[in-house]
């Protein structure tokens, strides 16, 4: 039987400088610069987020192996049993990984990896022949997939600068900010800007580009872009632009095995009301479960988990924090938001909005959600346990444990869609007694392991393509 795999994904902008300070392995640097490094890796990964598309599925051990430098490890269809029983010796220095989870990406050793780790690695390390094969003695730079696999699988059209062969070398070092003696960077963004164009225009027309640049280029052009910066905060942090389009290709609609509420395109100007955004989940999941033959019971309980997933976010705290840290602009939104309106990609924003906020770190809306959301369950679920699993899982999490939830200045929560139903943020419907493990064990003994997992899907997918898309002014 094969060994369980870890995923590796190659990528050409991790400096192996800021791996090395991320993970703490510079002994000069102190733990608050760790940090700081390890945010400026997890920005570079926001625009062109880590795909399954692009990743390679290697044997744990194989992995673990390679990156300590132990060489002549073959993959065979049983684990080599006796590699950690004869240690050998490694041919060359450890090397390190990011652990890619998102906010909670960390770098990892190679005797830390765990099963089912999607693993970010710099194109440096090799590991591939030329023909993309796994090979761990190859030490050859491995090709960059990242934008290929945004536009496949997603339909979305993104470049780096950085990561495209050099068309107009000139252009591009301007773009990246770079100066030498023979260039010097822009001194304002519309020059940038049509530096910008100039550098597609010449994209356009080499004959050398794969189609599929080649297409994500009419695209930007077709649809529109706009850039992003991130890095320039140190030598080992270099600055980088980023071109997205203002919208993904229409035809993929309806296929984007990855998309999130944190990675969506949806546009950035407008923000949406947590009625239209529920109302959207609903419908969205009603739609997938009555197509696939689910029962109308099995129907009716995905649809109301889809209209109650995000109650939760009617926290005051949590709304102050979509409105960007702004009290005022907070107190005249009308009624709660689902979505902040904040770019994907504003990490900085992002995050000050979350400071202003004081919404607890770690706090799980998705529990809030379950406790607004009991009336209405006990009212109209034909499995009320199924709902309270689909509410609470909505994010990932009670299969079968809830994170910690810690609420140090609790407040009252308004339920966004009943009058006079207001309740406390502190609740222990994560804690190990609230039972959320429990039902978890009887929705699989019930629906079966499989069964529970696909209605998940069908929920998480409602969720990620409402965000991607909202329809103007929801549907109920």
Sequence with gaps: QRAPDVQLVWRSDIDLELLTIAGGHDESKTAAEARRALRALIRRFEAVPPSSVEALSVPIYAA????????????????IETLAAKNPKADLAPR?????????????????????????????????????VWDPSCTDPVTDLGEEAQWRARGRAVLRPSCVPDIAHVWVKRVLGVSTDQVEPFETKREEREAIKTWLDALSRDATSPEWRLEAVRHLRDVGWQWVEIGGSSAADPREVVVIGKRPKQADRDFDPEASSHTSQRSKDKPVTLREHCADVSELVRGFATRLGFPESVVGDLALAGRLHDLGKADPRFQLMLAKGDPVKAAMSGEPLAKSGIGPADKSAQDEASLRSRYPAGTRHEFMSLQLAQGDIESEASDPELVRHLISSHHGWSRPCAPPTPDPEPVEVQHPFAKGVVLTSRHSLASTGSGVAHRFATLNARYGAHGVAWLEALVRLADHRASQFPSPGGKS
Excluded: F, M, Q, S
């Excluded at 673990?64 to 684990?79: M, S």
């Design 64 to 79: 673990r192996a390679w990156l300590k430098g132990i060489g002549n490890v073959t993959i065979a269809d049983v684990p």
């Design 96 to 132: 390190y990984a990011l652990r890619w989870a998102g906010d909670e990406t960390v770098v990892v050793d190679p005797d830390k990896l765990r099963v089912g780790d999607t693993l970010v690695i710099p194109v440096e390390y090799g590991g591939l022949n030329p023909v993309g």
